[in-house]
């Protein structure tokens, strides 16, 4: 079945201690993306990767770093995390991120107390 | 200035019945992409149908139709004969092609929040 997993599916966490969402896709997709999704905010991108160590920032990628060595995997990592870091979650990805569909994996509630 | 613009933060339809969801865009770039998705409350981002700028035809599937006019720049989706599994929040969304920042950006709107009544 064509996908994208993420896990976890939920995380709570304490602030400064790092952590890793993982992301993988296998539909062998060029281009992969994470969201943020926040109440009144709507879904915002934090970092995008149009191939394998081609990666660049979205509109809010402060806090946030990612990595993409091979094609089907796309971490994002919170080095220090922080309360305010805590949102909703989707990694996403299209086969070329401009003339194809989005498909987004099933998501990650994140909780910084 | 907002590029995506949903306009109806909630709506009530009754079983059986078509509704539209609204949606307004912003662009002046001349080729882009327009996404509906619904998000039912387990969270997960569902894609339901896609408009290319260069299409000449509405799309359609299914049940859903995309009201695509682009000298209004409005994009909205139709969902016709409502089912109580049709509640759920449905986003609006836009890639531009040649955007100069981040390629390949979905641009969301905030959402319209659809609740079927039996």
């Known amino acids: 079945e064509a996908q994208v997993t993420q896990n976890p599916r939920y995380l709570i966490t304490v602030t400064g201690k790092k952590l890793t969402v993982t992301c993988s896709q296998n539909m062998n997709h060029e281009y992969m993306s994470w969201y943020r999704q926040d109440p009144g905010l709507g879904l915002r991108q934090i970092y995008y990767?149009?191939?394998?160590?081609?990666?660049d920032k979205g509109d809010v990628p402060e806090g946030y770093k990612v990595s993409r060595k091979e094609k089907r995997n796309f971490p994002l990592i919170l080095e220090s995390p922080s309360p305010n870091q805590t949102s909703l979650y989707f990694c996403?990805?299209?086969?070329?991120?401009?003339?194809?569909?989005?498909?987004f994996g099933s998501g990650t509630r994140l909780t910084v107390v | 200035a907002q590029k995506i613009t949903q306009t109806q933060p909630g709506m009530f339809v009754q079983e059986k019945e078509a509704v539209t969801l609204d949606c307004t865009y912003d662009t002046s770039d001349p080729s882009y992409g327009l996404f509906w998705y619904k998000q039912p409350s387990s969270g997960e981002m569902i894609f339901l149908i896609y408009?290319?700028?260069?299409?000449?035809q509405n799309a359609t599937e299914g049940r859903y139709s995309l009201n695509f006019q682009k000298a209004r720049k409005s994009a909205n989706l139709v969902i016709s004969a409502s089912q109580l599994g049709d509640s759920a929040m449905y986003f609006c969304a836009m890639r531009e092609v040649n955007y100069g920042g981040s390629q390949g950006n979905l641009i969301f709107g905030k959402g319209t929040k659809l609740s079927v009544k039996p």
């Open positions: 990767s149009m191939n394998v160590e081609v990666t």
């Open positions: 408009q290319g700028s260069y299409d000449q």
């Open positions: 996403a990805s299209s086969l070329d991120g401009e003339f194809y569909g989005y498909t």
